[in-house]
Nanobody, 124 residues
């Protein structure tokens, strides 16, 4: 099993920035691709960003392209989500996810492990 713990959420003003972190523990050798999803109140959980094991391949939702950056430090078993130019529409619970597969996919079904989520709230 792999446990994922997110941190870094909180309250930000529109135009501001936040950096989320997700640290994995447990059988950390058993996952490869990492991703971030988010779920706003009353909405479905949506894909945000994904990164390959070596960090060379990334993919982003159109709504965050150019504003968010995903990265990872495998030595620390940690993946990051740098969020800039935040808007109230970015308000959501953000979830870290890990996949046992090396393929870089954007669907929830491609991920095997999930964190508990961290709340991001952006005020206008």
């Amino acid at each position: 099993q792999v446990q994922l713990i997110e941190s870094g959420g909180g309250l930000a003003q529109a135009g501001g920035s936040l950096r989320l972190s997700c640290t994995a523990s447990g059988r950390t050798f058993s996952y490869a691709t990492m991703g971030w999803f988010r779920q706003a109140p009353g909405k479905e959980r949506d894909f945000v960003a994904v990164i390959s094991l070596n960090g060379r391949l990334t993919n982003y939702a159109d709504s965050v392209k150019g504003r968010f950056t995903i990265s990872r430090d495998n030595a620390k078993n940690t993946v990051y989500l740098e969020m800039n130019s935040l808007t109230p529409e970015d308000t959501a619970a953000y979830y870290c996810a890990a996949s046992r597969n090396y393929a870089v996919r954007t669907t929830q079904g491609a991920f095997d492990y999930w964190g508990q989520g961290t709340q991001v709230s952006v005020s206008s």
